[in-house]
């Protein structure tokens, strides 16, 4: 069977288009065949800046031959029915099937397709694709009225075997699809012919064209790597800007350029940011002191002088937007060492924060408020609590992060210091806003949880109390990763505090138990990427009364790993038994069966062993669960289990003794409450 290749070419492709229109290209062309009756046996998709390409292998030569069947009305049906029926098969009434249902005679229209070659098929389903591509954006050029990302230059389009190629025949607006292609824009050697992959990834090579995204990436990571190491220095990795810097370039040139010694002293993070967003360079930076002292960027050609003139062009244009950041750091750091911070914190009076919530200075007054609380709930210093939140968003009145709003915290942190800030109350400024990632760590000092806690508290309350809540995929103000944010500074923390407690210091018109309901959803969002299972964590959240996130969480993992014991899940099995016999016997009988069981109408051995194992196990239970240890608290649940199958064996429940039933009945039931002293294993699948 024969492979498929196909090339887009075009002008440049956004780099942040690339990947999207990768993946849309192989799903549209694999599903289209596919739905043709055409297989395949494996595909693979590429990008450069200019191109679109993908491969099939094992491609079958033909289409399978497929037989359609298409419901009519009812045989009874109206004329018109039957008629409008007939105009859209193209049938003529004896053509028509008549099958007996349940609900009467109906028409049916067989359709037979017959198989089709290969090439007819790729051909219908690759111009289909071209002309409605799902870009983002995209434009028509010249008088034709096809619309493309970018202008369309050519198409290569072959199936090939053992015994050649042949190019699959489409034309699209005047392009016509054939074997050849271009390398590089500059440095290829012109157009250039195909037989396959193999050769035409090969001959890429050779015109300076690597074609595979990730290898350029490994190119780029791997040469900056070594020549920073070779001069003792190191590459701070950025995924997302080399990710970016991929999608630019065909033919990867790493070339590295020094910073002049006037921007030197400026923040590692002015520098990474500045050059990152507005040039493309990475950093490099000394490991001795962490400095950033050179750059890296790639160009997209080799050049005779070895990229020298490149250089010099970059380093112009460098320092002229490092000239700006150093303006900017420079009026900032005249107006602390003049004014302090609190002239910034009078600008966020003039700062909307939301236009029913208010300035971003009212904002700063209630976590400033909050952070008190919580400071002295957690034990923490209030009064540095307090003077850390109020600093805590004055940077986001700074010249610099105007410039980069990027950099709020950042900044904050270095201007408290320069301010004359503890570094304890100054780091906040930074750690406050985290974690902002799944991967990010949370503030691991006392002051920054405080604040963080604060701040995201204020943030959900405040936005619920307004009903801005996030819908579906749509969360303006990022309320979920807040929520998943107070969440893990709790748990990661260990902050022993009730949720409950701790929402109702926020906005008093906040629907609390609404919201509590959203961070729990994403609490079990959060610990199930952990394999955690939600009906453990709704076990265990279900008799914490005292919304304690914390608790709940290591009470969670405890009972995960004793469920997957044998005694634990036979444990449950038993419980669950025992939980079912009473509830049924409490709505047959009217009554409650918990006031407690007497030995002394015990008769049988496995009933007057169980009681034993209850007085025993309970007091060792009740200790555990006291000290929070509840992995011991499950070790003394397993000792019931033994004891509970045998009783189940030989005794039975419902006597014909009516007292000596009750009792029975009332063990089950202190069985039960102690097992739900743990957690809720009515709520535990399985």
């Known amino acids: 069977m024969p492979d498929l290749l196909i090339e887009l070419l075009s002008e440049e492709i956004p780099a942040r288009m690339q990947r999207r229109a990768s993946l849309d290209f192989e799903k549209l062309l694999t599903d289209g065949i596919s739905e043709l009756g055409l297989s395949y046996e494996s595909s693979a998709a590429f990008t450069t800046p200019r191109r679109l390409v993908l491969v099939l292998e094992n491609v079958s030569s033909k289409s399978l031959s497929r037989s359609e069947e298409k419901r009519g009305p009812r045989t009874d049906a109206p004329e018109k029915a039957i008629q409008g029926f007939l105009k859209s098969t193209g049938f003529d009434l004896s053509q028509l099937e008549i099958r007996q249902e349940k609900k009467g ?39 034709t009225s096809l619309k493309w990302v970018r202008p369309l230059h050519s198409i290569v389009c072959i199936l090939y075997d053992d015994d050649g190629s042949k190019i699959v025949d489409i034309n699209i607006e005047g392009i016509s699809s054939g074997d050849k292609t271009y390398g590089h824009r500059f440095m ?71 910073l002049e010694d006037e921007f030197l002293a400026l923040p590692a993070e002015v520098l990474q940011t500045s050059m990152r967003e507005h040039q493309k360079f990475f950093s490099i930076r000394n490991p001795k002191d962490n400095k950033v002292v050179q750059f890296a960027t790639v160009a997209n050609r080799e050049t005779p002088d070895g990229g020298s003139t490149i250089l010099t062009g970059n380093q112009k244009v460098l320092s002229a ?86 950099l709020q915290g950042i900044m904050g942190t270095y201007y408290a210091k320069k301010a004359g800030y503890a570094a304890s109350v100054s780091e906040t400024c930074k750690d406050h806003y985290a ?22 508290i204020d943030t959900l309350t405040n936005f619920w109390a307004i009903e801005e809540k996030p819908t579906g995929s749509k969360d303006p103000f990022a309320l979920r990763r807040s929520a998943l944010g107070m969440i893990r500074i709790i748990i990661e923390n260990d902050i022993r505090i009730s949720l409950s407690e701790i929402l109702a210091l926020g906005n008093k018109k906040a629907d609390i138990e609404d919201l509590k309901e959203f961070i729990y959803q994403r609490m079990k969002v959060f610990l199930r990427e952990k394999e955690l299972r939600h009906d453990i964590i ?41 939980n079912n016999i009473l509830l049924q016997a409490e709505k047959n009988d009217g009554v409650e069966y918990s006031f407690g069981a007497d030995l002394k109408y015990a008769k049988e051995d496995a009933e007057l062993n169980l009681f034993s194992v209850l007085d025993s196990e309970e007091v060792k239970i009740k200790a555990s669960l006291e000290r929070e240890d509840f992995v011991e608290a499950m070790n003394s649940m397993a000792n019931l289990r033994a004891p509970i199958d045998s009783f189940f064996e030989t005794v039975q429940i419902n006597s014909d003794v009516d007292h000596i039933r009750r009792n029975r009945l009332n063990l089950l039931s202190r069985i039960c409450k102690l097992c739900l002293s743990v957690a809720d294993l009515t709520k535990v699948e399985g």
């Open 105 to 143: 005679e109906f028409y049916y229209a067989t359709f037979q397709t017959k198989g089709r070659e290969a090439a007819e098929v790729i051909s219908v389903v690759l111009e289909k694709i071209i002309r409605n591509f799902p870009w983002p954006k995209s434009m028509r050029w010249g008088e």
């Open 188 to 258: 290829g050697s012109g157009e250039f012919s195909v037989t396959s992959f193999e050769d035409y990834a090969a001959k890429l090579k050779k015109n300076y064209v690597v074609l595979d995204p990730s290898e350029r990436a490994e190119i780029i990571l791997q040469e900056m790597k070594n020549q920073a190491f070779a001069q003792g220095l190191e590459l701070i990795n950025d995924p997302s800007l080399l990710n970016e810097v991929v999608g630019l370039i065909e033919w990867p040139v790493v070339l590295l350029g020094k």
């Open 538 to 578: 709704d076990a265990c959240l279900s008799i914490d009364k005292e919304d304690d996130l914390a608790l709940s969480v290591k009470k969670s993992f405890a009972l995960m790993e004793f469920i997957k014991t044998s005694d634990g899940s036979n444990l449950i099995q038993g419980f669950k038994r025992a």
């Open 435 to 456: 974690p902002l990632g799944p991967s990010d760590e949370v503030p691991g000092s006392p002051i920054s949880t405080v604040v963080a806690l604060a701040d995201k």
């Open 321 to 406: 937007r490092l000239s700006d950041a150093k303006f900017f750091w420079d009026n900032d750091l005249r107006t602390i060492k003049t004014d302090g911070l609190d002239i910034w914190l009078e600008k966020l009076k003039k700062v909307t924060f939301h236009n029913k919530l208010g300035s971003q200075f009212e904002r700063v007054e209630r976590i400033i408020n909050l952070s008190e609380i919580i400071a002295k709930k957690i034990g923490c210093d209030p009064k540095l609590a307090k003077d850390a939140a109020y600093i805590s968003k004055a940077d986001l009145s700074s010249e610099m992060v105007y410039e980069f709003p990027e």
